[in-house]
DNA sequence: CTGTTAGCGCGTTCAG
DNA sequence: CTGAACGCGCTAACAG
């Protein structure tokens, strides 16, 4: 069984200090004996030493720890980005806390309320709305906070997002060719900047193959999963009187229910259509069509997410930066 | 700024004591006086009281915290195991410490290393090799435990995971009787209990169909992976001459690397072979050809899971059970 | 080179 | 009804 370093003290009759230094590794700077030494680290190696965090946390305040709070962990996007957070984490020794809300700001806000009571030093979110700053500014101790995926307009926190607007213009241009300018954007959560970047880029594309009405290639509705998408399509199919030429999803939810809607409808995808959607799949390989998609680079956003924590977890200012991380665009068959 | 208990007590003029009666909801069994019970609420009410878990923790001996270890996040199996255990954390007052392994025993055993150092109360793992002991033999104070997907014989902790081997049985015999018999088994990791399970089913399928060699229906390969998926199925090409009849996958990355393979083989999938695979996705809907899968339900086996340690963190005695979810068997097309 | 000590904030016990 | 005091295990300042 693991013992205390005032357990250790006792049983080798040395002093806590002597036995902290030998243990932190720091014998060599304090001149410890090397009898002392070896008596210590025998008696640890027999018997095994464990650090009481709880105890570490209340003396240092700070909790070696980070919250993660995203929407849905079941999205492979957070999935991936949660999983390379904590890999970040623990190359320097700190656990990950994990809360996925569901879209539903109440739970987020409990999740962070829980988080922060806790003691995280840093707090990396994707938020379902605008983040309501009254959590940091009446605070002991705030921690480092970076918003990722969801930056709202005047963000007050750093942030960490794909390029949304570039990557979406860039499939639309693309997609606007292949389909002589009959491409509909099946569009969740409009209210979401990534959305709404997400939309700009198409907008952009369509200004571009001089298409004035884009607004009117746009099919939105307000939440994000297979149902919208099965709506949308049928949206689509009604007014298209025909089977759709081409179409972009906002989300692979939608995706999904842009497709089920699809093969209900016609018995069988049309091999004709042209899809486009955000977020990749490596099942989007089998699927027959055409099919352009876009993959954002969760690692390169943790990898960003985490260094801004770290650059304010060791005290430096809080430069409120904004930093976009290219997204690939994939294109089969 | 949230306050300290002494910090409410030296600005009330009440000893701690009595203010934590009132922040406890004690004021009424310790008759606490109206005007002081007053007093520190309305202080509260302006001021914020914010609980330190650290000193809690370290009176109390426990965390309030329950980790939760598996191989892969990004495997959406386990991400939504995780997210439904958050979720039951989260119903409880108690915070989820995640940790991703990548199939590595050495992360794994470092992970559980810092999850136990920090005092969690529960554990849940999917380990990737037996469990090592050793961690709560010699221990303190040892947290409930609870094992995930993958119970080895002979688990001498409780667990929970799915209905391997019926659910291989289901899917075996209706892959063996729509193909007539001619089905090979992609495998990968077949070391993994689950995946023994799986093996089991589909013997005892051919057994029932009188396929005696059913070991030549199987082809296995150490890691899970998309290569490994790739390499199955050129062994498979080149076994059968032709286009295979029908083929089963041990995983998701399995298959893709088996379609893949197809895919670049052929230039398309053809579509007369007859797909079966463990792990269900979505997007399986749209490959046109039939498919099987079969879907585990994580969150029963999370709920499982969690009844399970909540169980042992009351006390109640560690029963050693072993509890089987029971799967879906999905058919398309 | 080694030892002593004072908290960190909370929960609990005992004493009025 | 209210208050005082101890200790959880660790860190760090100070004292030899």
């Known amino acids: 069984m693991p013992k205390t370093i005032e357990e250790i003290a006792a049983a080798t009759g040395y002093s806590v200090t002597t036995v902290r230094f030998v243990i932190g590794g720091q014998a060599e700077r304090y001149r410890i004996s090397a009898a002392t030494r070896r008596k210590v680290e025998e008696y ?14 209340l003396k240092l305040q700070r909790s070696e720890a980070v919250g993660c709070v ?3 962990l079941g999205n492979a996007f957070f999935a991936r980005l949660t999983e390379a957070l904590e890999g970040h984490c623990r190359g ?60 709202f307009p005047q963000e007050v926190y750093p942030s960490v997002v794909s390029d949304n607007f570039d990557s979406s213009l860039r499939m639309s ?42 607004e009117s ?14 709506r949308l399509m049928q949206t689509l199919i009604a007014r298209c009187a025909g089977v759709p030429r081409a179409f972009l999803c906002s989300s692979l939810l939608v995706l999904e229910g842009a497709l089920e ?3 209900t409808h016609y018995g069988t995808i049309p091999g004709t259509v042209l899809i486009a959607t955000f977020d990749s799949h490596a099942m989007l ?16 956003i943790a990898a960003r997410a985490f260094a801004s924590l770290a650059e304010q977890m060791e005290g430096r200012s809080i430069s409120i930066e904004h930093q976009v991380v290219p997204c690939q665009l994939i294109s089969r068959n």
């Open 217 to 230: 290639r746009v099919l939105r509705l307000t939440d994000d999963s297979v149902e919208s998408g099965g």
């Open 285 to 300: 390989d089998f699927i027959p069509n055409r099919v352009l998609s876009v993959r954002q680079d969760e690692a390169g």
């Open 92 to 151: 320097r020794g700190l656990v990950l806390l994990t809360a996925s809300t569901h879209e539903d700001p109440e739970i987020e806000a409990r999740a962070v309320e829980s988080l922060l009571a806790r003691g995280v030093d840093g707090l990396v979110i994707a938020p379902c709305r605008r983040p309501d700053l009254t959590w940091l500014a009446r605070r002991r101790r705030r921690p480092a906070v970076v918003v990722v995926d969801r930056a």
């Open 44 to 57: 640890v190696a027999r018997h095994g030493y464990e650090l009481n965090h709880a105890a570490r946390s």
């Open 173 to 214: 241009r693309q997609l606007l060719r292949e389909s002589e300018g009959q491409a509909v954007f099946l569009c969740a959560q409009p209210e979401l900047p990534s959305i709404q970047h997400r939309l700009r880029g198409f907008a952009e594309a369509c200004g571009e193959m001089e298409i004035s009405d884009w």
């Open 261 to 263: 809607k699809l093969k």
């Open 70 to 72: 995203v929407p849905d």
